[in-house]
């Protein structure tokens, strides 16, 4: 059998077992094949431009051959990948002080006492495609991060815990303030 | 009926990621690599040299 057909049976959590003991360049390239594609869009949905999200990917993949050894995994690796992932995304958009995100999200940030109405995912689900796509580059980049982990990547409230590093109960406020200010900047795009 | 997440259909289609990236990261990690591996050479243990010099040796 030859060498890649033995590396791609490999289960992500062997592979990075085996990268962290021999900081195997050959075993890490692997990674970014099987990720490069994720990494990239997601890295694409926080930036302007084809040259931002380029080098943010470039530094995703630098960092996580250095923190390689920090996954402990308590959750799946993917999943901890795009939360490493979203990290760093928002860590460059906040970088940003020009952004019009944060401009936004500021000015958001003054009706905090209206936001906290009970959103159910039904009323999530009924969002139009263009129109949330719209919202989600408005809203404050945390937030947007953990909507994504929630309902694009389908992490569990558990896993959330284990990567956000809080408990149960800060995970749901988050996640249900983080859905009221969607829904409220998605009310106010024409 | 069970609606769609729409949260699934952002960003689609995917974005080609650039072929050139690719070679890019690979290089700089083979550079990060070299650099912490050079690095090695000339560090020690610390904790362990530390751990041997106060250890006092059992009489036989």
């Not at chain 1, 890649?4 to 195997?24: A, R, S």
């Not at chain 1, 099987?34 to 890295?43: D, F, L, P, V």
């Not at chain 1, 040259?51 to 923190?67: H, S």
Request: proline share 2%; with cysteine; glycine share 0%.
């Amino acid at each position: 059998m030859k060498n890649n057909d033995l590396l791609q049976k490999l289960t992500d959590e062997e592979l990075v077992e085996k990268i962290v003991v021999h900081k195997n360049t050959i075993l890490f390239e692997e990674i970014y094949d099987r990720y490069a594609q994720k990494i990239y869009n997601k890295c694409f949905g926080f930036v302007k431009s084809k040259e931002e999200a380029k080098d943010l990917t470039q530094d995703v993949f630098l960092k996580l051959f250095t923190k390689l050894s920090s996954y402990k995994k308590q959750a799946k690796f993917s999943t901890w990948l795009y939360s490493f992932t979203y990290n760093l995304c928002v860590n460059f958009v906040n970088r940003n002080k020009e952004n019009k995100i944060n401009k936004y999200s500021d000015v958001l940030k003054d009706h905090d006492i209206h936001l906290h109405i009970e959103v159910n995912e039904d009323s999530l689900f009924q969002m139009r495609v263009d129109k949330l796509q719209k919202a989600i580059e408005l809203i404050d980049p945390n937030e947007k991060s953990i909507l994504l982990l929630k309902y694009q990547d389908d992490v569990s409230i558990k896993e959330l815990q284990i990567l956000l590093n809080i408990n149960e109960s800060a995970v749901k406020m988050r996640l249900k303030r983080a859905k009221s200010r969607i829904i409220e900047i998605y009310n106010s795009i024409s | 009926m069970e609606r769609e997440n729409p949260f699934k259909k952002i960003g689609i289609p995917n974005k080609e990621v650039p072929k050139e990236l690719k070679e890019k990261v690979m290089s700089e990690i083979a550079s990060l690599k070299l650099v912490t591996d050079i690095a090695s050479l000339f560090t020690s243990n610390y904790q362990a040299t530390m751990a041997s010099f106060f250890k006092v040796k059992k009489k036989s």
